[in-house]
């Protein structure tokens, strides 16, 4: 029976030799640190995403209410939000990056995968539902003909998208509570 013997390879780094053993706990190091950074960012991302989204979810039911005049006069808050849509493409990103890293781990990985799926929702829902009516009221300075179905498509895809990006957040911190380490 013939044995297998792990060759050691010297690397010569920074004028010290190194085995091939201690180059793969340098990279296995190396590649734990870049998770925890990637999730760091992650979870900041996604956390900031909340801000937006949970506003517009709270605030919906007061707005519905609101005579035409004063839903116009209130929507003028929202100027300056487009700069939200850093942090949500950068969440976008960051959790798709997330998600490939933790791949060799299913329960991680599906739940990372879930988080960015709800993710890539929002935008799909933005992008169908809410940018259009941005569009056709010019970020609500002028009142469209058809006030109410504007405003009905606007608040609820809104509403929407808050729960999706909540979900993404919950799916987000699971996926980095359940991801197993390497044993090393």
């Known amino acids: 029976m013939a044995s297998i013997r792990v060759v050691a390879i010297n690397q010569n780094i920074r ?26 960012l992650m979870i900041v991302m996604v956390a900031l995403c909340l801000v937006p989204a949970g506003a517009h979810f709270f605030e919906l039911a007061n707005k519905m209410s609101l005579s035409p005049t004063a839903y116009m006069t209130v929507q003028k808050i929202y100027a300056g939000w487009s700069f939200f849509g850093i942090p949500i493409i950068t969440a976008l990103l960051l959790t798709f990056i997330h998600t490939f890293m933790v791949r060799n781990d299913r329960p991680a990985f599906m739940l990372a995968l879930s988080a960015a799926l709800c993710l890539a929702a929002t935008q799909v829902i933005f992008w169908m539902f809410t940018y259009p009516i941005n569009a056709a009221t010019d970020n609500w300075t002028v009142l469209p003909e058809a006030f109410e179905a504007a405003r009905r498509q606007w608040e609820y895809s809104h509403a929407v998208n808050a729960v999706l990006t909540f979900a993404a957040f919950v799916f987000v911190i699971l996926s980095v509570l359940s991801h197993k380490r390497d044993a090393s």
């Open 15 to 40: 004028g010290t030799k190194k085995t091939a053993t201690q180059l793969l706990s340098t990279s296995v190091r190396e590649n734990a640190m870049l998770l925890k950074s990637v999730r760091l």
